[in-house]
């Protein structure tokens, strides 16, 4: 499955491969400055599909997401890139499977704290593509895409860093991991991080980086440590929530998104930003009560079953994205790259595979993205892909645990739409079907060129 | 289980013991003509907990039900009083379990086109009651309540009656079933029933029915064919659903519904109707893509497992109940009953059990209902119960299928606030809970008459 790797680009050629065109920006042909729009990504941590009480949770009380939702557009096939933490981000800030840039592995599934890699320096984020024109940028939270000071954010176009380096449930004694820092920018302010005030910490810096950069475009990427295990809630959410220590947490998290959307309706900045809320995975079942829903949804986080990789997503943008829109395309964190340099007025890389599609007319309801293939990745194997209502698994394997993975000749074909929770097989039915669905994962694979995994060095220990 | 038969009732006495109490009629007070509010009910046939967009379905269409929840209430354990639908009907309309009515039996679960029997005479009806006060009744759809003239919606306090008398799927050759009627008061207008005219003809005797008594208080019970099977839609929404004929079939059901509230929101009406939406019993899971989604919830039509009772739950009326409210307080059909009557300035009946609880003050938003078990029945059999968040399984079976039911000494104890999906059982962990819930049953059991099954007798076949 592996081939050999992309071509490294010097970091100055992939900055240069990031072109300004002024022209493409909205309100350039009608004479207006043109100041594009600013862009919030915020990101849960294992939150699944039916999690928020506009997903249908019964009993997690998300009034601050569900008006998000009521004032913007709500996503029901929504996917992020990869089953787990570290491949899905990496994959969000690039538009390209973790795959290509070597951010994913079977035999580590996600960087640890004596990981000796990381994200690569020639990869370009969203951060550094919107830095050419002149965004200030702000990452808060969870990073996860390496921890070592060489690539940490800072390397990776944000002027701000705020946040966990990796999961919150990273300090394995025995594997001598040190207790889970917080950083600001590439120092350790504090260690162990008090994890019941980050969802708060957050939240303020959130407010402030929005607050000093009113006047300009900014990129503020909100990666929420929660509801990753361990739970913390402050004291003001703990004990509060009917479902318990995991409905505290969420509902924390949706009062933080009430806050930064509150200040984004201020005058001023009304209209001017785009916010995509969603998150990194599904849900992690086999944690118990202390994991989450997914819903209708088959499966949790680490499977390539629905309830992995499809997850809540949010759109809000008041004026441009209409207020109440059920959107049921097929969309992906994969697109969120190309969409947001678009409507920034930046061409994305040429010189690499971006697998994001550009979907800002299926945002703002002019058109919907033509039909493109997604293929599931667990890890570096690809074990399903979807094209329309159909999904193909060749293979399928627990999210968690011993199980062995399992193929399927022919592949178990599911009409997503008729059967989102999976379970009637159809591919008896449909050779047709299974047959265009194998062509694309030929083809895909074909192209594809995908370097070592980054995710398996070690740090020595002393 | 079953003890001596309830003490029945002569008609006169039973309409006698229904006192009107118009000193308690909403705006009495401030000297208003003290006119009643109207009352909808519209209620789908196994449409499960996850089948509607503001419940989190990802492809069923449902813009009028999401705007009728919008407007309005939207519950979240909101419960049938049966996983199936003839008791699950005969507990609506009365307020009482249906082991207190004999409108319930293992041996025929449900009332067939053979049966000899239905709704005893001495059972008041919320038609019953509501006409002791002036109001226009109307039943619109299916009954199943007796299909012979004398248990027909006529003898049961609706002025009118358009629909089918049972199922729609009740046309058994082998049992010797006549083909579906459709019928008019008492007589048969068409047969078989063109079944995918049903529910634009629903809809227009609806609004007929409300155009006709725009200026007295009236009571109509739309009893939706659909989505029980066979599913059938018209040609405006045949083929038209991404979640196929399911999908056109509930999306044809939310286009009556806004209909309905559409004609309820004009000048002279508005305001003074309360509407409320649900389903008689969960989805039919074994019909496959033919039956609906309990979302995250277990198992589903016929079972006492959460998504067998648990179901959509809708409020609506405009200036009382506010916009916009996630109601996560338990409630069921059987409060329809008290909290109609009370809303009406009606006293239920005195001379029997009424298992519903008045839940106005829920409804209105200044009250909370005190604590009560909830008790669920699979046909004359307790199998569980619930108080608070708490759920204790004394009996366990599917909904469908040969599997015999499974007795729990000591019972699976699931708190339901956390656990929705009933996966952990923390019975063990909670002594003190399990035994409060097992005296909840044995008081109830102490305090029940049951009468003998009227689903039973049969009529002698030519």
Known sequence: MRHIADIPADIPAVIAAVTILAAALPGAADGQQARPPSFVILLADDLGYGDLGCYGHPTIRTPSLDRMAAEGARFTQFYCAAPVCTPSRAALLTGRLPVRSGMCSEKRR????????GLPDDEVTLAEALKTKGYATACIGKWHLGHLPRFLPARHGFDRYFGLPYSN???????????VPLLRGD????QPARQEALTSRYTEEALRFIGENRDR??????AYTFPHVPLHASARFNGKSPRGLYGDVVEELDASVGEILGALREPGLAGRTLVVFSSDNGPWLTQGL????????????GSTWEGGMRVPGIAWWPGKVSAGRLI???????????????????????DRAIDGREV???????????????FYYRDETLMAVRKGPWKAHVLTRPGYGAAEPKRHDPPLLFQLER????VHDVAKQHPEVVRDLLGEVERHRAGLRAPPSRLEARTART
């Open 169 to 179: 449930d990273m300090h394995n004694v025995g594997r001598g991991d040190p207790p």
């Open 217 to 222: 475009p900014f990129f503020l990427y909100v």
């Open 187 to 190: 120092e350790v302010i504090e």
């Open 290 to 301: 202390a994991g989450g829903s997914a819903g209708l949804l088959r499966e949790g986080k």
């Open 419 to 422: 059967d989102p929770s999976e």
């Open 110 to 117: 996600v960087l640890f704290p004596d990981s000796a890699d």
């Open 328 to 350: 049921t395309n097929v969309v992906s964190s994969l697109d969120v790259f190309p969409t947001f340099l678009t409507l920034a007025g930046i061409e994305p890389p040429r």
């Open 360 to 374: 800002s007319a299926l945002l703002l309801g002019t058109a919907a993205p033509p039909e493109a293939p997604f």
